[in-house]
């Protein structure tokens, strides 16, 4: 089954990201459940997160979103973790 782990990072925050960002990228790799990945783009910098995962239970994708290193950081504003079905691509 697929997530969808979608973040909007707090105003002002962009330090904390670039600062957690290798740990995040670490994270993706160690796991080894996210399908795809990306940041969303406000006004050329980077402002959330969208996150793909392929896992077994909205509770496994929960917990991966819960220990992202960008979310213990305090990064994001909103988080919302939901089912996802893959159609084109």
């Known amino acids: 089954m ?5 973040c909007r990072d707090k105003s002002g925050a962009l330090q904390t990201r670039l600062d957690n960002r290798e740990k995040h990228l670490a994270y993706i790799e160690e796991t080894g459940i996210v399908f795809m990945a990306g940041p969303f783009i406000e006004n050329g910098q980077m402002a959330g997160s969208l996150v ?3 896992t077994d239970s909205l509770q496994a994708a929960q917990d991966w979103a819960a220990n992202d290193p960008y979310a213990k950081a305090g990064l994001f ?8 079905k893959k159609v084109i691509g």
């Open 2 to 6: 697929y997530f969808a782990v979608i």
């Open 52 to 54: 793909i995962l392929e």
């Open 77 to 84: 504003e909103t988080v919302s973790v939901q089912e996802w």
